[in-house]
């Protein structure tokens, strides 16, 4: 070791020891006091500041900070230390901070600052404040035991900022089976997005692997540090693509310290909103149907009845429909429950249309009924003859309820169906706005209709039609929402969703490289950004990969370009290199005993890690999952409906395998008729490829794919893999 590093270490080794001694006296003293279970209510919320203290250090102890910052703010006497951790920790005798948590103002200039010598700066509640940078060090302590120091910058020596080597480091690590947070080495174009402001709408467009996800989860921990008293955990929410992913991702919220946050699916979701009253027609028959290959491929444009429903001219369309019936609704006629006792339609229609025009439709029939019957009651009281008015309240109670049925109640299922039902011939429902929806659309939905059953596209409708029958209720309204996979929602989706979001309070994250669910997703970002003011919404772009070596990016980045016309913004990979791409010639019947022994041999290797087999089709995934285990190779088979992924070696189909990484890939079959040159097969392989963090071999039978076929370059390797 230097002599620099070595004092360096030996410094560092120091502090460790007593911070750690300090927070374990702080810890024994908290833990001393008895907690208070009394009724004062000032008892209660220091008991509460003692019990977050005793978690927050509880939590720090084995990793008290990542990083060390040294910043002479302007004005000062000299530069301060300041360490940084997951977990803000005080002095325990005074409010001092020995350690300050990484979403602090101050921390902000930890991951904005990449070097130079200027005078640096960040975001106070006071204002700006200004400063010179002296050191910046990656501290990595696990079980409290200090493992390295590395400096990122140092004003004093010769050397300016070294490439991040820390983060090659932290990225060279194998991982499991869930996704981990990435405190200690958030970039700074990652950092402007967790610390964006609250009250907008972000829509982030990333290429794979540039840690999205990741920081969506960190946006969410800044969001509550940092607006504490305006948001609440349980009143943010999380979009994600399935309950696996949502498995995958559920490690990082509380190594980050929050709990309690939303996480859901928009079809989970939506179904309970509805009160399952229809059932998700089988999505993975949806997902096998738009999928499979050769002659039954279907196509993806505006014309899906995904892209069709999803879009905001369907969702005017529909608006348009309820208006009609909000304005058709009343019976026309007098209300006239008994001879000269008269309720005039237009009396009735004032309170429709004037004193409850505040309330949902469905509320306001009821409301409007309610005191149509007080209304008699009160009528009944002015008849003096008994007789009469035993005669007049059965007969009145009759005329009420006849009127009710004229008046024609729905749930959100029922008015939807009529829409689609050439039969019901809804009396709401101009002729021409009828025929404005495709026949083939019409006649599916109606068919489905008839078994209560609805495709993913069918429930941002319901939903809207649900707020305009019943409202949104505060309980139902989040502080916050994150849609991750975003290229896959559609206009419409997103539409609902801002009903249910205060202050279009949004983060929206995708890839539209990866938007292989072109059949009901966006392709352009401006369908979402549109729809918000542009004062309050913001984009954003990631272009460099963290997920994948050199080779792999660069690889991945062709298949694009042999797909597209005009191919997207390449990703730019960090610089950690690693083994050239794999494309080997094996298929037919050998394929199967060729991935057991390429399984075997990565099984073997120390440390491993996971490995994923991808298959182009989920009834290949099943063949080969049998095959495999003929030839005794065991592995996880995932097919939709699966809720966990539990890392070692897995068989997986592409279009599954999105969001997820492995840090060994096999994608199979990588033939002509499985990927052709379409921006579609270009997409999923895209996916494919960025799925790998190390290693990515490419398997075809006779002639490779031609989104691979012209591949050449260092990063890529033929006869030699064949050869392996
Ligand atoms: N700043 C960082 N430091 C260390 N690792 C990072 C950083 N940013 C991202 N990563 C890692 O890169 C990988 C990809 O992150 P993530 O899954 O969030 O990306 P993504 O953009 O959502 O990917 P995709 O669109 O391909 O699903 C993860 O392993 C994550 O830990």
Redesign the pocket.
Known sequence: MESGLQSAYQEELERLESTITEMDTHLKMLKEIPPYTGPDLTEQVLESIRETKRHSLAQAMPEPYFGRLDFHEAGKKEPTPLYIGKFGVEKADSPELMVIDWRAPVASLFYSFTGGTDAASYLSPDGVIEGLVYLKRNLVIRKQLLKRVVDTFDRESDSMAVTDEF?LY??GEN?DNK??D?VS???AE?DAIIRAAKNNALVIQ??????????ALHRLAFLLYHYRDQVKAEKMIIFAPSRMFLDYISGVLPELGVGHIQQTTFADWSLELLENEVKLADPAERLRYWFSIGPNRPVMDDSAPGRFKGSLQFQAWLERALDAYEQQAVPQADFLPWERAKLPAATIREWYDVEYKHEPLMKRRERVLARMKRWMEMELEKVWEVHLRKDYKKKGGERLRAYTKQWTAYTPFTFYKELFDAAARPPFLPAEAQAWIPEAIRTSTAAAAKKKQVQTEDLAPLLHIRQRFVGIHGELRFDHTVI?EAQDFSPFQVAVLALHTKNGSFSI?G?LS?GIHAYQGVQDWNELLSMFAEDSRGYFT?NRS??STMEIIYFANEVLKHGFAEPPAPAVPVFRSGEPVALVQAGGAALAARIAEAVAAHRSREGAGTLAVLARTEERCRKLHAELAAAGCEANLIVPGQQQYRGGVSIVPVYMA??L?FDTVFLIDVDPDHYTATPQDAKLLYVGC?RA?HELKLFYSDQPSPLIAEIEGDFAERAAAAAK
């Open positions: 983060l932290r990225l991982k996704l981990r990435i080495t958030i970039q990652q990333g290429v794979a692997g540039s840690g999205k996800t990741t920081v991750d994250l890839d990866q990631l963290y997920r999105k969001g990484e960025t963090l």
